[in-house]
């Protein structure tokens, strides 16, 4: 088996791509398919003895559709859509539609020239140009329809095309029965039923398209964390190239300040470095001789030399963009209930119309009277009503939990949230505030600990260090004012060496001490630090101990709470982190996590999440580029209104007020709307159930018929009951 990843031209929404994989699926020598809607290409595995590229090609021209070549994965020029113009022009033509055909209904005045009764065939024509309009811009959705059903894939755009082109046809017939004197017959035009559902479709596809392309945009920028140039040496000389000019094995120097353009192992220099948008760790690493870089890494301190081992596609971040798109095309999708049910519903509404025709016409002999039943059929039948109720229900929902601060970007979250079985957190920024920040203070002297704080932050207040950075905003937080430094050097690995007047400071890590030379009376103080997951700086003035500052990152203040809400669920709660063991402990044990998975990469969070899956719907919160992957992985990604782009755009609720209570809020909405929907779609095949039969003429010995205008008057309050429900969840 080989497989291929082609970008695919032509696919505008949902029913695109799932018509395109169910088609493609169905074809011999091909083992599986994953269509991706959100990057527009297939992931396609096949057998090559088989099949090849140009066969596989071909089999996407059939199914409608273009066939780009291999995609690359590359970030593309963004182009101006045309959508939102079409968009404003159907709205207008449609309003223009609706006020011709309907002002009198409504009490509105109508225009002369356009009356229905006064002037039968200029109102007739008039809704015929306009909705023959209206049909041209929405024809996407026309042959979305029909290529479904030619594959045998009906949905929910097979039967808006055979209910819009029903009402368009026969309102066709009607106005050549006007054009030829029976002006009655503009009591039977439904012109404006097909212009108006093209264009709540059109709405709706317009709303998919600009997530899709939001999503799109954000998995392309991820490919720009890692700079533009890169310093290298060539012929014992530095220059300045582009990172496509960087070949495996150059040497590439890195300065304070700067990101590491590809993965390497340095081989000279010691500095500390940022991964957290690959490891999720708060606190920078320590790097030195032998060890990894890994692209789009800060470099804080120390000048380093790495040798380029991984370039382009084989960088870790390619691989993360990889990783998503991937998961996003193997995330088992959740099939709608209306567009199952019109797999069969389709074919079975076309042959009932078909055979009521043929019946009526032989007994009657009158093609009016066959031609009016099997409008009547389609129209009744239109499942307008099963359409919306599923959607309008999730529609309310998703309004009702925007204004609790819940995002709800996908229908599935909004299904399967009661149904979890599992929710994973991410540690640093999800369950803590993901800030360092002084948690304790000994002062070993006569110095007043703000005059000690003062003469910190003045010395760090040089560094670009995390750490540095914390001390410094405490400072500032608690109004001290900094001193002039007389000397500054910063020591990578170790800490900072200053002078302030007279007297000289070391601040940095034991190993500084021992360097130094000075003897440590309080290691004990310096374990409990530790043991409570902080980074430890000890402060020493003029070769003597005066002070033990510990560092670390706080939890959020209703972080336990709502764990032990979930507990109350029966929901497992997991800690999955790329922080290290003992400080994800530390923080699980303070807010009442049992199962912690610590030290683990982007790539292994995933595998984490899909073991996790194995009993039962899967929840990941998280809020960091490390955690894109894992929340596509997740059933439902969840992640706070203050993560990265890229964690936003791959999680389907984000949590606008940052408070991960709502989770709570979410499951219970969740619940109710999935109640709601079963009342919906129960009161859509009754309406179904009683209504056909009618349609079909069964009960006309008994005096009972309906007309296509009697039918359209039913869909509506069909459709109307399923409204009214809806809107109960308000």
Known sequence: MKKILLKIGGMTCSACSSGLEKYLNKQEGINQVSVNLVMNNANIEYDEQKLNLQTIEKFIQKAGFESLGIDKLEKEERKKSKEKYKLIIITFISILILYISMAQMVGLPSIPYFDMMTNSINYAISLFILTTIVLIMGINIIKNGYKNLIHKTPNMDTLVMIGVLSSYIYSIFGTIMILKGNSQYAHHLYFESSAIVIFFIKIGKYIEGK???KTKEALQELMTITPNHATIIRNEKEIVVTLDEIQKGDIVVCKPGEKIAVDGTIIEGITHINESFITGESVPVKREKEQKVIAGSINYEGTIKYRAEKIGKESTVSEIVRLV???TNTKAPIAKVADKISEYFVPVIIVISIISFLIWFIISKNIAFAINIFVTILVVACPCSLGLATPLAIVIASGKASRKGILIKTSEALENSHKLKTIVFDKTGTL??????ISKIYNYSDI???EIIKKVASIENKSEHPIARAIVNYAKKQNINFQEIAEFKAIPGYGVYSKIEENEYLIGNKKLLEENKIEIDNEKDETMLELDGNSILWIVENKKIIALIGVKDTIKENARKIIQQLK???????MLTGDNQKTAEVIAEQI????VIANVLPKQKAEEIKRLKQNGLVAMCGDGIND????????IGISISSATDIAIDSSSVVLMNNNLESINSLIDISKKTIGNIKQNLFWA????VCMIPIACGVFVGLGVTMNPMFAAFAMTISSLTVVLNALRLK
Do not use: C, P, R
């Open 211 to 213: 997530n899709k392309d």
């Open 325 to 327: 798109v991937e998961a």
């Open 432 to 437: 803590t505030n993901g800030e360092l920040t």
């Open 448 to 450: 007043e600990e703000k």
């Open 568 to 574: 109350n669920k029966k929901i497992e709660v997991v």
């Open 592 to 595: 009442g996590i049992e199962k």
């Open 628 to 635: 894109s992957v894992s929340l596509v992985t997740a059933d």
């Open 685 to 688: 095949f009754f309406y179904n």
